[in-house]
């Protein structure tokens, strides 16, 4: 019986390095339990990660490119996703920054909701500056109820982080994936730097817990 729907999203360059490894062993995990699952593998599929000016929430006919389309049908789609990446330079990759930004649209991801209710929106009293100046509108997410596993690796290991702070952890969990009601959970695989069998049996017990 085919249970949850899983939408994986790869993004690492390298076939052999630990980001590869982990998304291996969530195969292997979900193929056992029997769970639908989709791969998008971001530079497998040369995605192109640069935003362009008709794509921007602030123009008036706003574009959104077939490829893009298509992702976003495959993120309503699913019930859990899955992110895979090494994190550089405190963050994520570009090629998957690059896909948060085209992908995860105003009107898909997120809408603001005006302060001031549309009966009381006159057009005197958007006049007055005071009402224009404030009136910048409540996030609202719109991707409630989705589920997210995000495992990130780093070359340095956990101690560093606990000193000089976890800002790559907050920027996805929070201000990304938190952004569109998004439940994130993150699995922080550290200390990579040779993937040998400690780093293997880290991985294996951090992808069990996860998709158990
Ligand atoms: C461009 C670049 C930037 C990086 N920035 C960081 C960083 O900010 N913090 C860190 O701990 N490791 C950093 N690293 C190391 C990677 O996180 C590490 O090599 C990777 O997580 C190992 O996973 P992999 O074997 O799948 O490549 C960086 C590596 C590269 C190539």
Redesign the pocket.
């Known amino acids: 019986m085919n249970n949850m729907k899983y939408l994986i999203i790869y993004a690492?360059p390298?076939s052999e390095?630990?980001?590869?490894t982990i998304l291996s062993e969530v195969k292997k995990r979900l193929d056992e339990k029997k769970d639908e699952y989709e791969v998008i593998d971001l530079y497998k599929i040369k995605y192109d990660p640069v935003l362009t000016e008709e794509e921007l929430y602030g123009v008036k006919q706003r574009k959104l490119t077939n490829i893009n389309k298509q992702m976003q049908e495959k993120i309503s789609k699913a019930e859990r996703i899955i992110l895979i990446y090494?994190?550089?330079?405190?963050s994520m990759p570009a090629i998957l920054k690059g896909f948060f930004d085209r992908v995860f649209t105003s009107g898909f991801a997120f809408r603001y909701k005006p302060v001031i209710p549309s009966m009381i929106r006159t057009k005197l009293l958007m006049r007055w500056a005071f009402v224009t100046k404030f009136d910048y509108g409540i996030p609202v997410p719109l991707l409630r109820g989705k589920e997210a596993i995000v495992f990130l690796?780093?070359?340095?290991p956990k101690i560093?982080f606990f000193i000089n702070g976890n800002r790559f952890k907050k920027v996805i969990k929070r201000d990304t994936l938190g952004f569109f009601g998004i439940k994130t959970k993150i699995y922080h695989i550290d200390n990579?730097r040779a993937?040998n069998k400690y780093q293997i049996a880290k991985i294996k017990k951090n992808v069990k817990r996860a998709i158990n």
Not at 153 to 156: C, D, E, K, V, W
């Open positions: 690492h390298d390095g630990h980001c590869s090494p994190v550089w330079w405190n690796t780093t070359g340095s560093a990579c993937l």
